[in-house]
């Protein structure tokens, strides 16, 4: 590359684009879809397939323990792998601010090559767009997952059942603060360093040994409570959580209680909650916990019948209270 | 172990628990004046616990909630003005007279900045020299003194793009406001600890001496609030009402000394309207005239409006423990958080909001 920074002319399609994709998203994403360059690549996929997309926009896009190429892999392989899947493919649009530095780009889509490398999955297919100057927020990438689904019933936010036990396989809030930290130039005790990373080996792994997983569900946006209270509402059934069983790092704890936010509503992109009859939950346990990705694995609660569609939380007290879905985003508080 | 776990203890606090109810001689209607307190009591569990005699109430103590819809007015008035709004995250959804919020002020085009500390305004300040920047002074003698603070070095700095719109409310004049109020209620008041820990603990103790409630100056941890509550029931048992500073670990009996004294350069007190409550003399501070290169109601030539009041809405009872949220005919229906006709249900720290939020 002899450009320093993204010029319009490399999204036009001629051959600055060309230039770009040889020279830049070949080098690490390159592989035998890909680098066929034809309008579409061709799959062999067989069975039922798990499909999702989702599109990053994050702000800023490095930070501690990743970037926002790492994100678009790591996100899109985990909600893939969450219906019981093997993810195979990937694809990756991005959108591109005129005038972003061409290392920042190298940078991430050396780290998207990784990641998918890791994950073991492949981009087959992507597009590029360059748009003028304050158009965009330097980068934003759109990635589509396709897995191959290898349970007979795939796990679903509709299958909880009363008597199931609650899972997770680590601790809470670390990427959101982290995020949160990094764009605000806050520092704290001890650093937060994002969680965020690509879970479908460990999946795997669960679901080949406890094939009766009722619920796999990564709590990306709204955190572990949003997402509870997704499952309560789709299952029609109660969530029931034990506080003190919930596992949260004390600077994220520390970080939260400084800035009124509380972690049990923040993202997480490298965990997620399993929900399964509690006969296999030791058995899931030490699954996860042998894995360094669910090495905080926890038990945090159960299922029961009592109040359908609310998440109720126990105080290490014994007292209760609902914890509700948040409304909006969570803001700083005066004091 | 850090410092508050042993504050968190749940067998610490069960025992103290047991102590209350077994000590316990009648119906005990508390009111904490502390959003965070009202949270806290709620998040924790504690409320669920106590004894249907123990009738706790949310007093006037989210500073979001007794921002008078006038103020609200006034500052979303303002982001449509050629400004940038820096402002804390709690005042974004904010309903305004006609339902306006910052959140729809920003969706709009107006320049709105979430900041989490008003030194992030100043610095915002510095780094656009061609803009005015306005920071919304809302709180109590929490925030006061930082926000002096900031003035003082936007002055010293000549940083003249620099205003604070200033509605800050003091606690105590509330507080007499409600302890002569023949209605009420309330029978001793939990005192806020982070209000305390700039102003001490001398500022309330008119409330024992002139109106015999006894007052308990709490942390925001469970055994704090459980503490607080023992000592309101022993009070009662041996006929005593005193103010008892229960938070020495952050409160001292004169305060922050440093923190009021530059509250005190920047800012007098004045007459203030709370929501819901109304005119409280000197309950309020105004900026002053050395500062008023820095008042943006006097740089932007604001005054307040009157507003009528929202039909049915009773924050005031709420605020003043006549009632509880859920007593107030909109609560759950006209009012959510999702759709709130008053703060305290848009405000993390509101009563209303608090209620609908943690109530199974």
Known sequence: ?335 | MNLFDGFKDPQLCRAVLEQIHAELDGELRFMEVCGTHTVSIFRSGVRSLLSDKIVHLSGPGCPVCVTHDSEVAAFLDLAEKNVIIATFGDLMRVPGPDKRTLKMAQAAGARVKVVYSPFDALKIAQDNPGDKVVFLGVGFETTAPAIAATMRVAREQGLANFSVLGFHKLVPPALEALAGDPELKVQAFLLPGHVSAIIGVRPYLFLAEKYGIPAVVGGFEPLDILQALHLFVTMRREGRAEVVNAYTRVVSDAGNTTALAVMDEVFAPTDALWRGIGLIPGSGLAIRDEYADHDAMRIFDLTLKDVPEIKGCRCGDVLKGKIGPNQCPLFGTACTPASPVGPCMVSTEGSCAAYYKYSV
């Open chain 1, 1 to 335: 590359m002899s450009e320093e920074r993204i010029l319009l002319d490399q999204g036009s399609g001629g051959k600055a684009s060309h230039r770009l994709i040889t020279g830049l998203f070949l080098k690490y994403l390159g592989n035998e879809y890909l680098n066929r360059l034809d309008d579409a690549a061709f799959l062999d996929v067989s069975g039922p397939i798990s499909v999702s997309t989702d599109t990053f926009t994050v702000d800023p896009i490095f930070f501690p323990g990743g970037d926002i190429g790492a994100l678009a892999v790591h996100g899109t392989v985990n909600d893939v792998a969450m219906l019981g899947a093997r993810p195979r493919f990937l694809t990756c649009g991005f959108i591109i601010e005129e005038g972003l530095a061409v290392a920042d780009l190298e940078r991430i889509v050396a780290s998207m090559g990784h990641a998918a490398s890791e994950a073991g999955v492949k981009v087959v297919t992507g597009d590029t767009k360059v748009v003028p100057r304050g158009t965009v927020d330097k980068i934003f990438i759109n990635t589509t997952g396709i897995g191959e689904v290898f349970v007979p019933d795939a796990p679903s936010g509709h299958r909880a059942a009363a008597g199931d036990a609650i899972l997770v396989s680590g601790c809470m809030g670390d990427h959101g603060l982290a995020i949160l930290a990094q764009r605000e130039g806050l520092s704290f005790e001890a650093p937060v360093v994002s969680d965020c990373a690509s879970l479908n080996h460990l999946i795997v792994r669960l679901l080949e040994a406890i094939p009766e997983v009722h619920v796999l569900r990564d709590p990306t946006r709204g955190g572990l409570a949003t997402t509870l209270n997704e499952i309560a509402g789709q299952s029609g059934v109660e969530c029931r959580i034990f506080e003190e069983h919930i596992p949260v790092r004390p600077e994220v704890s520390g970080g939260c209680s400084f800035l009124g936010l509380d972690p049990l509503y923040l993202a997480n992109e490298g965990k997620f909650l399993c929900i399964l009859p509690a006969r296999y939950a030791d058995q899931a346990l030490s699954i996860m916990r042998a894995d360094p990705l669910g090495h905080d694995a926890t038990r945090i609660g159960e299922v029961r019948a009592d109040h359908p569609g609310k998440v109720v939380l126990e105080t290490p007290l014994g007292g209760t209270r609902l914890m509700d879905m948040l409304e909006g985003e969570q803001l700083p508080r005066i004091c």
